[in-house]
């Protein structure tokens, strides 16, 4: 639990400093002897389940576990194609996932912006309403929106999921509105003294400047669309609409014995927020820092 | 007359923007949540006619043994998965703070099972958690402890939850860092140089500073944890025995199993209610608490 003993580094003298040398060595070891341990064990599941899912029945059941198999069966991944229509549910997450990831940036940066770089009456009220209905659970709307979009016909349809995500959604607006307003308002001025309007500026200036702060919010939302599991759970009926959290839900109650299936759509499942994870991590620790977590 | 004029465009300009937020907001959130209101106060399956009874739903809902489960299970779930979530992803984060070669390696694989969530999280748990064949008891049987029923235990399921829940504590640790990183060094050097030690100052610079960092997390992880609902959908539906029966599976079976809208409307108003008093009473504390200056 050493905190920042080791900042200082431009200690002058040479006693001092080799001192400090190895207090900073010791606190490196204790470092290492706590982050270690704890990564492997972050770590265990993820391995647990690339494991199994290469393993054959005879080895799955075995006691005390073989992790390596004794016959790579990649054919494990195969099968889960054969036994329900994995690619469809890909294909269907993918487009409920771009969707909505777009709808999302929409909403969120204008609502953002308005908040953002214009004065009206009522405005704080209005951010404040804003940031309270992120306390609405979303169990209260679901009975109302359910009939509703039922009376609209759009059940078994993604229109419920996605229409939502073009409204603007209060976390990410607040995350944009934060970035903006670190943006200098000089560029913008200037912009309108040439004659260009709010609309443009924003398009042409804001946005182009905030993609940073965009990026975050699309790979935020990425995550959440793609993990999505209530809403399709409850609007959608036909499995050739099903995305893959739906989907791997009906397979798990169809096969729950056969984990090495299982374990292998989970990683199929799993792999892409994997991957944009390793392509986008800067944007993780900016997001955080934007939320205005300092107050 | 300029002026004013000039600033009735802005507002305009400016409520357009917002526009899509606000019509969002009436239409997904107000007017649903108007409507489920309305709805407590009846009798109504989504088809036949409704029939207007009164505060009979609450009355009954008071009496309800099924209800005061749910909402035992999932009160005692969020206060053990909160206070867990801090301290760890706050010692975590502090650890992760130093200055140390690797701290880049253990922040990806500390943050990685945070980006995943939902079915395919929950379906790989299942297996770890597994009496005979699961990865965690084989484990643990290395420090000779004998087997868990885990998720088919009475006692162990709910704990089990909270695990699963607790190997994505990674997102925590990265807010938690990104407000570490924003504690001016000074304070440290400043406090150093007054003889004050490690305890001393984790306790008198780090913590005040990190106070808004504390209650955001603290916020933000009760609203989620309240509506924890895929987990438990996935792994134990609720049991064994009304173990993990938490408030969103017993909407969910009023709901869409018994086709009780009424009844599930009165209970998702009153998980409104807990939501909102709780956050607001967080937040209250929190006015004392925080210190928002040098942040």
Redesign the interface.
């Known amino acids: 639990?050493?905190?920042?003993?080791?900042?200082?580094t431009s200690a002058g003298q040479g006693g001092f400093w080799s001192r400090r040398r190895k207090l900073r060595l010791q606190?490196?070891l204790l470092?290492?002897l706590?982050?270690i341990p704890?990564?492997l064990l972050?770590?265990?599941?993820?391995l647990?389940?690339l494991s199994?899912s290469v393993k054959p029945k005879d080895q799955?059941?075995?006691?005390?576990?073989e992790w390596i198999p004794h016959t790579w069966m990649w054919s494990n991944y195969g099968e889960v194609f054969n036994q329900v229509p994995f690619w469809t549910y890909t294909v269907n997450t993918a487009i409920i996932t771009v969707i909505g990831v777009v709808g999302t940036l929409?909403?969120s940066s204008?609502?953002a912006?308005?908040?953002a770089?214009?004065?009206?009456?009522g405005?704080d009220a209005?951010f404040v309403?804003?940031l309270s209905?992120?306390?609405?659970?979303?169990?209260?709307?679901?009975?109302?929106?359910f009939?509703?979009f039922r009376w609209f016909g759009w059940l078994n349809s993604y229109l419920p999921i996605l229409v939502?995500a073009?409204?603007?959604q209060p976390f990410y607006?607040f995350l944009l509105r934060q970035f903006f307003m670190t943006v200098p308002i000089d560029l913008e001025d200037a912009a309108r003294i040439d004659g260009a309007n709010?609309l443009q500026i924003?398009l042409n200036i804001m946005l182009p400047l905030s993609r940073p702060a965009l990026a975050t919010v699309a790979i935020f939302a990425f995550?959440f669309y793609w993990?999505?599991?209530?809403l399709p759970l409850?609007y959608i009926q036909d499995q050739t609409k099903f995305p893959?959290?739906?989907g791997?839900?009906a397979f798990?109650s169809e096969y729950r014995s056969d984990?090495a299936l299982?374990?292998a759509?989970?990683a199929m499942?799993?792999a892409p927020?994997?991957i944009?994870?390793?392509l986008a991590?800067r944007y993780?620790?900016q997001g955080?820092?934007l939320?205005g977590?300092?107050? | 007359m300029f002026n004013s004029d000039l600033l009735r465009r802005e507002a305009i300009q400016g409520y357009l923007f917002i526009l899509p937020w606000f019509v969002g907001f009436v239409v997904f959130t107000a007017g649903p949540l108007t409507a489920a209101l309305g709805f407590s106060f009846t009798d109504w399956n989504g088809v036949s006619a409704l029939e207007w009874i009164g505060f009979e739903n609450y009355i009954q809902l008071s009496q309800d043994s099924r209800f005061w489960q749910s909402l035992k299970v999932t009160l005692v779930f969020t206060f053990f998965y909160l206070i867990l979530n801090l301290i760890i992803g706050f010692a975590l984060a502090l650890v992760m703070n130093q200055p140390a070669p690797g701290m880049r390696l253990f922040r990806t694989i500390y943050y990685l099972p945070a980006v995943l969530s939902g079915v395919a999280v929950a379906v790989l748990w299942s297996f770890l958690f597994h009496r005979e064949f699961g990865a965690l008891n084989w484990l643990l049987g290395f420090i000779g402890i004998k087997r868990i029923g885990w998720i088919v235990s009475e006692s162990w399921a709910l704990p089990s939850i909270i695990i699963m829940e607790l190997w994505r504590v990674g997102s925590t640790i990265i807010i938690f860092l990104a407000g570490l990183q924003g504690i001016p060094p000074e304070l440290y050097e400043a406090a150093e140089v007054d003889g004050a030690n490690r305890r001393w100052r984790l306790w008198s610079i780090t913590i005040p500073l990190m106070s808004p960092t504390i209650f955001f997390v603290l916020i933000v992880g009760f609203i989620n944890s309240m509506q924890v609902f895929t987990q438990a959908y996935i792994m134990t539906r609720g049991g064994p025995n009304y173990a993990t029966f938490f408030y969103s599976i017993n909407l969910y079976q009023t709901t869409f199993r018994e086709l009780r809208l009424g009844y599930a409307s009165a209970q998702a108003g009153v998980l409104f209610v807990i939501i909102f008093i709780i956050t607001l009473c967080i937040l209250w504390v929190s006015r004392y608490r925080v210190n928002y200056e040098l942040v």
């Not at chain 1, 209905?133 to 929106?145: E, K, Q």
């Not at chain 1, 993990?227 to 209530?230: G, V």
């Open positions: 639990m050493a905190t920042a003993t080791a900042s200082a606190n490196h470092t290492y706590v982050l704890g990564a972050f770590l265990y599941p993820l647990w389940m199994t799955i059941f075995t006691y005390p576990i929409f909403g204008l609502a912006y308005g908040f770089r214009f004065r009206f009456p405005k209005l309403l804003m209905t992120m306390m609405v659970p979303i169990w209260v709307t679901l009975i109302p929106s009939l509703m939502p073009f409204f603007a607006t709010r924003f995550f993990n999505e599991f209530l409850i893959i959290s739906v791997i839900s798990v984990f299982m374990m759509a989970s499942a799993l927020p994997m944009v994870f390793f991590q993780f620790i955080f820092v939320s977590v300092k107050g």
